[in-house]
């Protein structure tokens, strides 16, 4: 793992080794014949092996089959530490591949690292007045489009309406003292479930944040604010809903899978997740019906309500020798056709408006559940960097919630740890 650089000089050094790196594929494709281009590209795609990437696989066999000069090179790579790895291959000059499927927050640090190819104006932008705004907004950055939305997302309450019936619950938790309430009655009245699992990862813990009206950083005072007193209340409203005869957390490595394997066997009756965790739900014993699965969007705090937007963007490597190659497979990928096809087979949001009014979506009973929880949803800062803070900050969530260290010490040490984190801002 590369350190954080501390300061602006080290991002301004950057941006000058990439832009030495990229030799002649600074250059767009904008106005190239599509079937004149020809070459090999690397992918590098970040959804999850099992459940997600082999719908991806088939559409990388259609993009061939309709570029037959151009060979993609598929590599499915782990999500977690996949914007490190991509960080230190391209600082290096060496290893990074030609589009990379990057999540939403680290498209601006991408870009502010000279790591990216801009795409306004090339076939990789293609139709995009078709775009939802917020994702949109997500691929920009200094007034450049630096990433093509291809799923969006948030998290939701997801619940098992078979575990709230039996327990006599009749309405869906609005508020988190209300999740409480129904997790007591879920535990009491149906013996052996988990009322609520809160997952001890800190993007899992910005609905809870933003209930009090905080964020990770404050953009407007341009500080980082991991001990900012709203994130203290965050962290006691999660930690009060984690204790027995309530619900349960985990700590180890496995806690995600480990909150699904509950929750699809029917053991927990709340969780809080997004859309690309419902095709392995559905896949499990609690959910098969279908319409056992309940949507509602993630309760509010005394601040008010809200998810994170989530998703992932396609980005093209600066420094890649095969830029055309690179702009016309992700136009391909995020064509309104291939987002209604991903759809279809993984349950995930798309981000063009025009597609759901497609029959793959139209139709989605999960999808449709998903967008009242997306449209009050909020969009993650800009600030290059930012997207860092969420894997440096859980280590202090999960002591935290473990009881291995006290709130007020952990969030100082998180604090003093995320020094240099985001350019510009104070910690």
């Known amino acids: ?14 941006v000058a080794l990439a832009a030495t790196a990229c030799g002649g594929g600074t250059q767009n494709s904008a106005g190239t014949d599509p079937n004149s281009v ?39 790579v782990p999500f977690d530490g996949s914007d490190d790895k991509f960080k230190t291959a391209a600082q290096a000059g060496n290893g990074a591949p030609d589009v990379m499927r990057a999540d939403v927050g680290w498209t601006p640090t991408f870009a502010a690292l000279g790591y990216l190819q801009p795409l306004d104006g090339t076939p990789a932008l293609a139709d995009d007045g078709d775009f939802l705004p ?122 995600y899978t480990n909150m699904n394997n509950g929750f699809k066997s029917g053991t927990i009756g709340m969780v809080l997740n997004g859309p690309w965790a419902v095709k392995e739900y559905l896949s499990g014993s609690a959910f098969a019906n279908p319409d056992n699965l309940g949507v509602a969007p993630v309760p509010a705090g005394p601040a008010g309500q809200g998810g994170p937007v989530g998703g992932h963007n396609l980005v093209v490597y600066a420094g890649s020798p095969n830029i055309a190659a690179s702009e016309l497979f992700v136009q391909f990928m995020t064509s309104a056709e291939s987002q209604a096809y991903i759809a279809s087979k993984n349950n995930t949001m798309p981000t063009r408006k025009s597609v759901y009014a497609m029959p793959e979506v139209a139709g989605n009973k999960q999808i449709a559940a998903f967008q009242a929880p997306l449209d009050g949803s909020k969009p993650r800062p800009a600030a290059p960097g930012a997207g860092d803070l969420y894997d440096m900050f859980t280590p202090y969530y999960q002591k935290i919630l473990g009881n291995q260290a006290s709130l007020q010490d952990a969030l100082a040490q998180a604090q003093q740890k995320a020094k240099g984190a985001v350019p510009g801002f104070q910690s």
């Open 1 to 14: 793992m590369i350190s954080r650089r501390s300061a602006l000089g080290a991002l301004v050094a950057s």
């Open 38 to 76: 020809s070459g090999t590209i690397t992918w590098w795609d970040t959804s999850a092996a099992s459940t997600e990437s082999p719908a991806f696989k088939d559409l990388v066999a259609k993009f061939e089959q309709k570029y037959p000069k151009i060979h993609v090179n598929y590599v499915n």
């Open 134 to 255: 917020v994702p949109y907004a997500s691929a920009k950055y200094q007034g450049k489009t630096y990433g093509v939305p291809e799923v969006t997302d948030t998290l939701a309450l997801l619940y098992n309406k078979d575990l709230f019936a039996k327990a006599g619950i009749t309405s869906v938790p609005r508020t988190w003292d209300e999740v409480k309430t129904a997790a007591q009655q879920l535990e009491q009245k149906v013996p052996g479930t988990t009322g609520v699992f809160v997952n001890a990862d800190s993007y899992f813990l910005l609905p809870f944040l933003y209930g009090e009206g905080g964020d990770v950083v404050d953009t407007q005072a341009k500080k980082i604010t991991l001990d900012s007193d709203k994130m203290a209340a965050a962290i006691t409203t999660a930690k009060s809903l984690a204790q027995p005869g309530i619900g349960a957390t985990d700590t180890s490595s496995n806690k």
